[in-house]
Each structure stands twice: as C-alpha cells, then as structure tokens.
C-alpha cells in the first residue's frame, strides 16, 4: 500500500447521467477527505470522515452529491444528474491526524468531465 | 525570484537561484499551515507545516515563514532544481474544523 488510490483517473459524461467515484486511502488511515479542484484553483474542501462516519460536509456538497464510508475504509463519491459545471478533479486524501505531518496524503485525482 | 501581493501566478527563477512563493491568509482563527507542491496531474504532495505557535520552519532546501500579525506565509526554495517546477499551494486549517482551505497556487518554473 504505497499511497491513495482513486478510481477512474478520467471519467467523461453526458449533463443528467450518474456518475460514482472510489477511494482507496492508506490502509492504516482512519481520516478520509473529499475536496474538489478547477482548473487554475486550489483545492476546495467538501466532506471529511473518521472511520465510517461522515463528521463534516461544505455547502459546496450539493443534494445532488453523497459520500460514503461504510466500513471505514474505501469510501465513494456520487454525483446524480451531473451539470456542466461539475466538472473538476475530484480529489481524495487521508490522515491519521490533521496536523503535524500525520501523512495527510492526496491521491492522484479523478477527472470528471460533463458534456 | 520572489512572487509579491495576495497572488501572483507565476514565478520565474534561475536554476541553482533562491525563490520565494508568498501566501496571504484570510483566518485569524487558523492554527496549522501547509505548503503543497503540485505537478501536473497529480494530487497535491506535502512539502512543509507550520503550526501557529512557530514563526519558523526549516526542511531540507525549503524554510516556512509565518507571520501573524499580517496574516502571511512565505515558501523559501534554497537552489532551486528543475524538479521543483511546480504549481504550489498554501492551505490553512481553521481551528475546530478538519477541512484545509487553500490558497489560489503559484506557478513556479525553473528556467534551466
């Protein structure tokens, strides 16, 4: 296990259609995160859980979207009748603690692109 | 080569030559700071933290500077390689919270 995995890499859709996501973090992690990326921005936070429980959602997590966790260990990301304006990367990380250099490790991305 | 103001996108410095990437935070409440290195395609890759009880931090080639009265974070880069070309990110975490919130980014390329 050498580091957060997330599947797929790219991910094309049309506007309306579902579209899930997966993370796979470090397995010794109890701390997983969401946060979304546009081109030209830093990544913006949208949802953190401990184990299986979802402890912080942002506004930016719409009705349309849902994370899980449950077993505390991969977690999925959906999004239900996609716009044109979720497209983004979607980025997974997570930690053992917050601060001080517990590992807060991201993940590679998933691209998603809304057509 | 030093990138100045709240943002500045782009950085441009001499291989071999010292850079420093400026970061103007927004919350007084914010206890622990981060400085990510992203190349294109991959996530974001921890460089160097600080929390809000150090004014200083030192890593290998690279120091964290945080001032708090003025709200600002700097990224020294000693000897700049071209492998440190790189957008890079500072992020802020707000006490009581678990989410980071990040910084616009700089682009920083190493012209050989």
């Known amino acids: 296990d050498t580091g957060v995995s997330q599947n797929p890499r790219h991910k094309i859709t049309k506007r309306g259609q579902n579209v899930t996501f997966r993370c796979d973090p470090i397995?010794?992690?109890?701390?997983l995160y969401w946060y979304r990326q546009t081109l030209g921005q830093g990544p913006e936070f949208l949802t953190y859980?401990?184990?299986?429980?979802?402890?912080?959602k942002s506004r930016l997590l719409s009705d349309r979207f849902s994370a899980e966790r449950p077993k505390g260990s991969f977690s999925t990301l959906e999004i239900q009748r996609t716009e044109q304006g979720d497209s983004a990367m979607y980025l997974c990380?997570?930690?053992?603690?917050?601060?001080?250099?517990?590992?807060?490790?991201f993940g590679s991305g998933t691209r998603l692109t809304v057509v | 080569g030093e990138s100045v103001g709240l943002h500045l996108p782009t950085l441009s410095v001499q291989e071999g030559d010292n850079s420093i990437i400026n970061c103007a935070y927004s919350?007084?409440?914010?206890?622990?700071f981060i400085w990510y290195k992203q190349e294109s395609g991959k996530g974001p890759q921890f460089i160097i933290d600080?929390?809000?009880?150090?004014d200083k931090r030192q890593g290998q080639r690279v120091t964290v500077l945080l001032n708090k009265t003025v709200k600002h974070l700097s990224l020294q880069i000693a000897a700049t390689q071209p492998g440190d070309s790189a957008v890079y990110f500072c992020?802020?975490?707000?006490?009581?919270?678990?989410?980071?919130?990040f910084g616009q980014g700089t682009r920083l390329t190493i012209n050989p």
């Open positions: 990380a997570s930690s053992l603690k917050l601060a001080g250099n517990y590992g807060y490790t």
């Open positions: 397995s010794e992690h109890n701390r």
């Open positions: 859980f401990q184990n299986e429980a979802q402890l912080e």
């Open positions: 919350n007084s409440a914010s206890d622990y």
């Open positions: 600080i929390r809000s009880n150090m």
């Open positions: 992020a802020e975490n707000i006490v009581g919270t678990q989410k980071l919130v």
